[in-house]
RNA sequence: GCCGCUGUGAUGAAAUUGGCAAACAUGCGGGACUCAAAAUCCCGUGGGGGCAACCCCUUGUCGGUUCAAGUCCGACCAGCGGCACCA
């Protein structure tokens, strides 16, 4: 009887299909399991081998779960809509719509090959008519509770899939899906509101148990910041008014020297005739509007602007007037669109500033707080204030600076020290310098203000706030005192080139006062407030919000999350339901009154089917293909009965996907109801028990179904705001190290490894190669040492159960019946727990491991293996290998229920064994005999032995003995593990 | 630049959360079976030393805490991922 996995797996496919073996009772479950994998989408080159190992992966969980007497329903569906399927049909010439459903084919025989315990019969795709109507009805409602909107502004152009794209779908400038790069139009579009969700959305993310990775990206892409919203006032001959900015740093308004305002700001227009160079700034504006997004980044750090001439922006802090500039490094999107600029503080006004030369004035004195040993700050001590001084003393021929070590405590630093009573900054750094270094003759050439210092001071155990003025000198000449014996204790003094000395100085503070000799950057930190009238002395955190209060701004929140840009001028996706009337619009009619002339598809007319267009090719305007089909934009105005336009674009992929798992449960019994779905099944099967799917789609699809998901809740649909509970991204797997693509020829292809292998042995080496949330490389080698393991476990059980099975009838030596510390009963019970425990955690690699140690275990020891055990064998394997398990089973069940029974049991449907944990406490344990922790000896000892009886038999053993002498200064006991003597 | 993750044999990876580092597999070497090969089975396999029982070293690098560190703390190096002219 050779293991011939075609055959059989063949033959349980079919069999589980006809018993409906993995078909939930949707209205009657009493332990509903909803156990989802992220939606694939039909693609030309079929299933891939990284989404076969996504799909077992959950298919591996649920078989557990299956077992463990939840009703499982594991669905599966195609996302056949979107641009993948219809460039694919573009390149090839074939019609989405015709060829789609051989793809569709294809990818549903693949997927069924697999082995996974899917329920057919719910299965959806997201291009049936029946389905997108409700995509369609999505929207109509979105945009009846005004959360679909028509706007005009630059919006994401991808120049080879000719179509908008969402801020989602760009990554790095570059279009996500075919990596071209994307430019700015200006066009009008529809857009969901996700905005107003943005707060819960992060908020949310506390409470769901996702993989971390997930969320942190998710939360970046949200981008919260807090700042302030504050008004300026706009002086011109013409008239007053004013202008509003965003910052994140209102403390540093004191400093604030000039405002710049985004090309796209629509104050420019607004000011028109106030501005004197308006000629001069259209061109710039003009020109910074139509440079691509990535050329815009491209360009760097070098800055370009233009003033405004003609009128000025009052500072509310200190009622300076002070310059407007426009500039493209301030983006339209963000904030306000216009920002209140401070070179002394900000990387970016600094480098403006300095380029038109505009005042740049220092209102943040930085405040340094030591963060490494030696020195970091003890909690539990108070601050000793104290002002000193930091001296960069240059040499009197050389480009050289002075810098000491210090020999108490690990510290590099320039000449530094207290300011005594009486003494000027200058008359203190002189006498150090001199204390320091012996040189008689320094010239004080600059003051570069005070630098604050936190730090522990080692030598004089104490916790210091110091007030630093930093003061620049260059020697004369060489005239040098000795040294006093004392301070030669204390440092070693070296010379060093200024690049050597940065990287030599350890306190980031001395480091600082190198840089601000130069004058190279600005301070971004926090600090205390300078020159910033009644505010000056204060710590910038407090000084934000009371700056704040002074100039009467607000304290707010920006994010970076924008709104959902959905309509695609493409062919191959759901037409968006909405109709345009001309003659309303003139009248000021409409659905929502802030958008005249639109109104929504009846919901009685949906859906709005996506007609047979011959060219489907996209025109590459701002117009999909449907505008060129009269039959399908000429419509009558749901109004006012005149003639209308359809609306010819259609929806953006992701929302085909963003709520397909509500749909799944109700695909039956749904058909005809006013929602999508069946509410009182939603309410038994959802949210979605456990979600797994690839870490690419963060910030996308999962974005989108929680907003829907949310959306829903609040309109009363559903009783939840949070479709995944708990998420779980799955690693990458890959191909000689590299990204598995086309175009790099190295796509594995699942169906070549299954008809060589057979499906079980493809499942099990994919669970077997990584951790499942981590990815690997494919390794064809590595299926060899499964496919041994499935030979004998083959064997294995067909010796047990057509050979020994008979003759032990009356033996009642198998599971359960065992002596308390029989060794096959321990390892059996250990192996229960450990496959159990590792497959709830996603860790299927240790769960084979412990299997193949089972097997290995059990067959070194034939003679006391029963028919019982190799049936609980079968139970733990049977979530990986559903084939090989499942022939096994029935061929030992038949023999165990006698020739009588007919009726066909699967043993996925079998309950899941449970261990005893009396069984897995082992009466000796192995037992390790250390000496100064190092370990000396392993023996075997009885559990639960004493202290005195583990010295006692330490004292027999000879690697112990030698090494012991008869009182050891400290020994370390921790029972049925281990005892460390310590000597000295 | 900011945020996060990961560094363990030739390779994929384990390590009951601080307690025998390298389980399980792959690969490689040797042997058995065979006319031969494949398959299968057995033995060996981190590095160094010793005739040997055994000994020493080893988890990216350096330092620290501890009786004991792959695991905790600090610095650095390398790789991967997210965000990024976001005020």
Not at 240 to 259: H, K
Not at 327 to 335: E, F, N, Q
Not at 510 to 532: E, K, M, N, P, V
Not at 545 to 562: A, M, N
């Amino acid at each position: 009887m050779r293991y011939d996995p075609k055959k059989i797996e063949a033959r349980w496919q079919k069999k589980w299909l006809a018993d409906k073996t993995y078909e939930p009772d949707f209205k009657h479950a009493k332990k509903p399991f909803y156990n989802l994998m992220m939606f694939p989408y039909t693609s030309a080159e079929g299933l891939h081998i990284g989404g076969m190992r996504t799909f077992t992966g959950v298919d591996i969980y649920g078989r557990l779960k299956r077992m463990q007497g939840y009703d499982v329903f594991e669905p599966i569906g195609l996302d056949a809509f979107g641009i993948h399927s219809e460039n694919y049909g573009l390149k090839t010439g074939r019609h989405p719509m015709t060829y789609g459903r051989v793809l569709e084919k294809n990818f549903y025989r693949q997927l069924a090959m697999m082995g996974n315990g899917f329920a057919w019969d719910e299965r959806l795709e997201t291009n049936d008519a029946e389905y997108y109507r409700w995509t369609q009805w999505i929207f109509v409602q979105m945009f009846k509770r005004g959360l679909a909107y028509r706007k005009k502004q630059a919006v994401n152009w991808c120049p080879s899939c000719k179509t908008v794209l969402a801020d989602e779908q760009v990554i790095a400038g570059e279009c996500e899906r075919c990596g071209s790069v994307v430019v700015k139009k200006e066009l009008e579009q529809w857009f969901f509101r996700i905005t107003q969700y943005t707060e819960r959305l992060l908020q949310n993310l506390e409470k769901i148990d996702w993989s971390e990775r997930v969320k942190i990206a998710q939360k970046n892409w949200i981008g919260k910041s807090e700042g302030a919203m504050i008004k300026f006032k706009v002086k011109s001959d013409v008239k007053n008014d004013d202008i509003e900015v965003f910052t994140t740093r209102p403390d540093t308004l004191f400093g604030a020297t000039y405002l710049v305002v985004a090309p796209e700001h629509e104050f420019i227009e607004s000011h028109k005739s106030q501005i004197t160079n308006y000629v001069q700034v259209v061109a710039y504006v003009k020109k910074a509007r139509t440079k691509a997004e990535a050329d815009r980044i491209a360009a760097g750090k070098e800055k370009t602007g233009v003033e405004l001439k003609g009128i000025k922006a009052i500072n509310p802090a200190n009622n300076e007037e002070i310059s407007i500039f426009v500039a493209d490094y301030v983006l339209g999107s963000y904030g306000t669109g216009a920002i209140m600029a401070v070179p002394a503080h900000d990387e970016r006004d600094f480098a403006f500033a300095k380029k038109y030369k505009i005042a740049n004035r220092q209102v943040i004195e930085p405040v340094f707080i030591q963060t490494t040993e030696p020195g970091i700050v003890r909690k539990d001590l108070p601050f000793e204030h104290r002002d000193a001084i930091i001296a960069i003393v240059k040499h009197w021929s050389e480009e050289k600076y002075i810098g000491l070590k210090w020999k108490t405590v690990a510290w590099q630093t320039l000449v530094t020290g207290g300011i005594e009573k009486g003494q000027t900054a200058e008359e203190a750094a002189k006498a150090e310098i001199r204390e320091e270094a012996g040189f008689l003759h320094p010239k004080l050439i600059a003051d570069l203000g005070i630098i604050h210092g936190k730090w522990y001071h080692v030598p004089k155990q104490v916790n210091r706030f110091g007030h630093a003025r930093a003061l620049y000198f260059e020697l004369q000449d060489g005239a040098r005192e000795a040294i006093s014996e004392a301070e030669q204790k204390n440092h070693d003094m070296f010379w060093f080139s200024k690049e050597d000395l940065e990287k030599f100085l350890s306190p980031e503070s001395h480091r600082w006062a190198l840089a601000i000799l130069d004058r190279s950057r600005a301070y971004t930190g926090d600090g205390i407030l300078t020159h910033s009238g009644s505010f000056t002395g204060m710590d910038s955190e407090e000084a934000k919000w009371e700056i704040t209060k002074f100039v009467r701004g607000k304290r707010v929140s920006q994010y970076h999350l924008r709104d959902w840009l959905l309509s695609r001028q493409r062919y191959w996706g759901p037409p968006i339901p909405m109709i345009f009337c001309e003659v309303c619009k003139n009248t000021g009619r409409g659905e929502r009154p802030e958008m005249p002339g639109w109104y929504a598809v009846p919901e009685k007319n949906l859906p709005v089917k996506l007609p047979f267009v011959k060219d489907f090719r996209p025109t590459g305007t701002d117009q999909s293909p449907l505008a060129s089909v009269a039959t399908f934009y000429k419509v009558r105005c749901p109004k006012c009965k005149k003639m209308a336009r359809r609306e010819t674009d259609v929806s953006d992929t992701f929302l085909d996907s963003a709520w397909y798992f509500l749909r799944y449960p109700s695909t039956r019994s749904a058909r005809s109801g006013q929602v999508p779905w069946d509410q009182e099944i939603t309410k038994k099967w959802l949210p979605v028990s456990i979600y797994i799917g690839g870490a690419e789609h963060s910030v996308l699809h999962l974005m989108y179904s929680r907003f829907l998901t949310m959306a829903f809740c609040d309109w009363k649909l559903l009783k939840f705001e949070e479709p995944f509970p708990k998420f779980r991204a799955h690693g990458l797997i890959t191909k000689d190290g590299a990204k598995m693509s086309k175009s790099k020829g190295n796509v594995v292809n699942p169906d070549d490894y299954i008809r060589a292998y057979g499906a079980d042995a493809v499942r099990m080496y994919l669970a077997f190669l990584a951790p499942f949330e981590q990815g690997g490389d494919f390794r064809d080698t590595g299926i060899r040492g499964i496919t041994r393991f499935l030979e004998r476990v083959w064997k294995f059980a067909h010796k047990v159960i057509m050979i020994r099975q008979p003759a032990e009838k009356n033996l009642k030596r198998s599971f359960g019946h065992r002596p308390q510390d029989d060794a096959l009963q321990i390892i059996l019970h250990k192996t229960i727990k450990k496959v159990t425990e590792d497959i709830e955690n996603l860790q299927y690699n240790t769960a084979i491991s412990a299997l193949m140690i089972l097997l290995n275990e059990v067959e070194a020891s034939q003679n006391a293996v029963g028919a019982e055990d190799i049936k609980i064998f079968l139970k733990l394997l049977a979530p990986f290998a559903p084939h090989i398990t499942e022939e096994l089973w029935q061929k030992s069940g038949n023999r165990e229920l006698g020739a009588g029974s007919r009726k066909f049991r699967s043993i996925h449907r079998e309950a899941w064994p449970k261990y005893n944990p009396r069984f897995i406490q082992e009466n000796m344990v192995d037992f390790i005999f250390q000496i100064n922790g190092k370990t000396r000896v392993v023996i075997e000892i009885k559990r639960g032995s004493s202290q005195q009886e583990a010295t006692r038999l330490a004292r027999n053993l000879d690697a112990v003995k030698q090494r012991l002498p008869s009182e050891p200064t400290r020994v370390i006991f921790i029972p049925d593990k281990l005892i460390n003597f310590v000597v000295q």
